[in-house]
Every structure is written in structure tokens, then in C-alpha cells.
């Protein structure tokens, strides 16, 4: 199953955390997975959005986070390119 929760306005414009979902203790009690994400303000040259992808739990692996590709015009997250 997947859940979405909303962020406290506080979070807005910085990296996000789990004290900031709402009704933060009954998410981290009962999920075994939480990913949070976080895109910086684009610019007008900007076709595409970097997003950093948040592994803030994780019950059965370790936690940490990765980078991807947000295309707004499909509403589509894709992998990151090695550069």
C-alpha cells in the first residue's frame, strides 16, 4: 500500500524530514518504508527539475537517498543520467 501526507508549511524550501508530516508518530509507527521528496525552484532555462528522493525509514535495509529527473509536462520522475 501507498500513503501521501502532506508537509508542515515550515518544511517549504529546504530538504524535508520525518517531524515534519503530518501526523508524523502514526506515519514512522506504521509504515516500513517512508521516501520523501524534494525538488528545487525551476528556472525559466530549466526544462527539467533535479529531485532528491529521500529514504527517511526503512525498516528491513539502510537509509540514504538518491538523485532523479522531474518532468513536469507527464508529471514523471526518471533515473538520473551518469555524467
Keep these: 500500500m501507498v500513503a501521501m501526507s502532506q ?3 515550515e518544511a517549504e524550501g529546504k530538504m524535508p524530514n520525518l517531524a515534519e508530516l503530518r501526523q508524523s508518530g502514526e506515519i514512522e509507527e506504521d509504515s516500513d518504508m517512508v521516501l520523501l521528496l524534494h525538488r528545487s525552484r525551476k528556472t525559466s532555462e530549466d526544462r527539467y527539475q533535479t529531485a532528491q528522493v529521500v529514504i527517511a525509514k ?4 539502510p537509509l ?3 538523485e532523479c529527473i522531474f518532468m ?3 508529471t514523471r520522475f526518471a533515473e538520473k543520467a551518469n555524467e
Excluded: A, C, K, W
Design 7 to 9: 508537509l508542515n508549511r
Design 64 to 66: 540514504g537517498g538518491f
Design 72 to 74: 513536469p509536462e507527464s
Design 58 to 61: 526503512h525498516r528491513n535495509g
